[in-house]
């Protein structure tokens, strides 16, 4: 039969709670509104002394400017005082908007209105004397001047009451928050003088019998499965989960023996899984090697063909130097089985490609590569450079009559290796007019480069980046980033 709970834990938390938050946001509420009364009135009395503070200094630079402007220029119409005029105004009108702060400041206010007035009275007859061409026209530019002095001592003036009256205010707000703090202060100690004896109450009345239930799981755990049965009268949820308990116990022996079978299960099949993540890891390395181990072939046909070309052209005068050259990149080719080569020894095959081809190209072939002490120690897939250099060369600098350049550039940023290959060849164009003809983006790239494209795929998976930028007539950009690993000598 279930048990009837009487007071329920959530009733009893809801209410301790409620109280307690309610309590807690009446004192900050009013703190806040008390703090947001004080800081409005300081931000209106600091912006009506920035007010007062600016209008003074437009009303210097504005005589200052006109009377330049008067004096210096010959005039052939009027200035636009009646706009500059009502832009004073409209600063004052909203200065007397708000009430003085005293009287004095009131007649200071007063007089900057009426004085304003004057003052552009004064100057709008200098202009019309100054257009024609009367020689008294600084008369009324001097009496402006004068009425400008009194406009500034009244502002002065009335921004000297503004912050006298701004003074005594602060220091009544001062006194009124030194109140609300010690205010606030109180009412903290004595919620928590009151809540803390609530809370201690509260938690004994329901700890206890969850204490009971913690002991008699603990044997549980323990393995001790033959334990007493747990009671709790208490009337809420402990008592029911006290009941279940009890239960539960009792079907955890029986529980026990079919655990285990499915634990040796479970063993089982992650045992399997392993070993089917182990194959698929091998197979993947397997696809990489073969990857990579495609490109010698390629690479070693273009090699002869250009030595056949050049024996053809030269009468074999430079064949010496071509073999020597062709054989440093054998030995790179064929003699390192390794998958991963220092970025260094990647760097200098690419230079011995390009002075293989130097010898064909002559001063039409230069090139540059440059790469920070931490990127040469740094791992890289074997033949991940040269390809985009051969690419280069044969594609986009061999058409060329004039010929063109190749800079390399490695560097470690954040971790990942970066590598930039740059040339001043022919270009090519985007690989969205590329799919429109027909073509596809490996054919276009050449095996070379889906090559390196697709073994950097199968190392590094999502974590490598690679980006081909050209434009017909305006050379190619590779960008290359991938995790950073580095040989053991430079760890």
Known sequence: MPTKIRHSIRRKLLLF?????????????????????????????????????????????HYTRTERLVRETALTGPLPLEKEFHEFLFVL????????????????????????????????????????????????MAHAGRIFSYMDSYLSTFLSEAMNFGEARYQVLRERISRIRSFTL?????????????AVAFSSSVANPIRRLA????????????????????????????????IMSKSIASMLNDLKGKAELERRLREEERELMEK????????????????????????????????????????????????KLFRYALGAPESMVPVTAELGIAEEYLAFQALRFGDRLSWTIQARKAAKAALIPRFSIQPFVENAVRHGI???????????????KSGRLIVNI????????????????????????GIGIANVRRRLELRYGAAAHLSIKSQPGSGTRIHMSFPLEMTEAAE
């Open 280 to 327: 698929e890891r091998a197979l993947r390395e397997a696809q990489f090697i073969s990857l990579q181990d495609q490109i010698q072939p390629h690479f070693l046909f273009n090699a002869l063909n250009t030595i056949a070309r050049m024996a053809l052209f030269e009468g074999a005068k430079q064949t010496e130097g071509l073999s020597l050259a062709l054989g």
């Open 186 to 198: 109180g009412g903290l100690v004595l919620f928590v003088l009151l809540f803390g004896m609530a």
């Open 215 to 246: 002991d008699a799981s603990e044997r549980i755990a323990s393995g001790e499965l033959d334990v007493p049965e747990v009671h709790a009268a208490s009337g809420d949820e402990v008592e029911v989960l006290a009941r279940s308990f009890n």
């Open 398 to 412: 061999e058409p060329r009559e004039e010929g063109g350049s190749v800079s390399i550039e490695a560097h470690v």
């Open 422 to 445: 740059v040339d001043t060849g022919v270009g090519m164009p985007p690989l969205s007019r590329i799919r429109k003809s027909g073509e596809t983006e490996a054919a276009a790239e």
């Open 17 to 61: 709670y409620s109280v307690a938050i309610l309590s807690v946001v009446l004192l900050d509420l009013a703190v806040q509104l008390a703090a947001y009364s004080a800081i409005n009135e300081f931000e209106g009395r600091f912006s009506r002394y920035h007010s007062i503070h600016r209008l003074r200094l437009e009303l210097a630079d």
């Open 93 to 140: 009108s909203g200065l007397e908007s708000s009430e003085p702060e005293s009287l004095n400041a009131f007649f200071a206010l007063q007089a900057s209105s009426r004085g304003l007035d004057a003052y552009f009275n004064r100057i709008e007859a200098a202009v019309q004397r100054r257009i024609a061409l009367d020689k008294d026209w600084y008369v009324d």
